[in-house]
C-alpha cells in the first residue's frame, strides 16, 4: 500500500480533528511573529506626516472586488491618516467595478472620523 492509498484510507473525522487543531492553537498560543515595516510604507507615512494640514490628499482608488481583501486595508489606513491631519482629500477611481467599493471606503471613514463630504473630502 503506497502513501498516498493510505492517505485515503483515513477518516475524514480525524481529518477535520486535524485541521481544527491546526486552526485553534495558532489563536490560543501565538507565536509572536514580528512585523516589519518596510521602507516603503515607512516612506509613505513619513511623507504624509510631513504634509501640512489642510493640504490636499490625491488618492486613487483603483480596484475592484478581486483584489479587496489586499487593498481595501490600506485605503482605509490612508484615509484616516489623512483625516487624523486633517488633510483635504480628493478621492478618485477609474474602475466603474471599485466605484461602489471605493464609495464605501470613503463613507465608512469619513463617518468613523467626523468629515464632510464637499468640505473635508470628495469623491469623483
Given at each position: 500500500?503506497?502513501?498516498?492509498?493510505?492517505?485515503?484510507?483515513?477518516?475524514?473525522?480525524?481529518?477535520?480533528?486535524?485541521?481544527?487543531?491546526?486552526?485553534?492553537?495558532?489563536?490560543?498560543?501565538?507565536?509572536?511573529?514580528?512585523?516589519?515595516?518596510?521602507?516603503?510604507v515607512r516612506?509613505?507615512?513619513?511623507?504624509?506626516?510631513?504634509?501640512?494640514?489642510?493640504?490636499?490628499?490625491?488618492?486613487?482608488?483603483?480596484?475592484?472586488?478581486?483584489?479587496?481583501?489586499?487593498?481595501?486595508?490600506?485605503?482605509?489606513?490612508?484615509?484616516?491618516?489623512?483625516?487624523?491631519?486633517?488633510?483635504?482629500?480628493?478621492?478618485?477611481?477609474?474602475?466603474?467595478s471599485g466605484?461602489?467599493?471605493?464609495?464605501?471606503?470613503?463613507?465608512?471613514?469619513?463617518?468613523?472620523?467626523?468629515?464632510?463630504?464637499?468640505?473635508?473630502?470628495?469623491?469623483?
Amino acid at each position: 500500500m503506497t502513501f498516498a492509498e493510505r492517505m485515503l484510507k483515513i477518516d475524514r473525522r480525524i481529518i477535520f480533528l486535524v485541521i481544527g487543531l491546526c486552526t485553534l492553537l495558532p489563536l490560543l498560543y501565538p507565536v509572536g511573529l514580528p512585523i516589519k515595516i518596510s521602507n516603503e510604507v515607512r516612506g509613505v507615512y513619513e511623507h504624509i506626516e510631513s504634509l501640512p494640514e489642510g493640504s490636499v490628499f490625491l488618492l486613487s482608488l483603483d480596484f475592484d472586488p478581486a483584489s479587496k481583501p489586499e487593498l481595501q486595508p490600506q485605503a482605509i489606513s490612508l484615509l484616516r491618516h489623512a483625516f487624523k491631519k486633517n488633510l483635504r482629500v480628493i478621492a478618485l477611481t477609474l474602475w466603474v467595478s471599485g466605484t461602489g467599493l471605493a464609495d464605501q471606503i470613503i463613507t465608512q471613514v469619513a463617518r468613523e472620523t467626523g468629515k464632510e463630504s464637499g468640505k473635508d473630502y470628495v469623491f469623483l
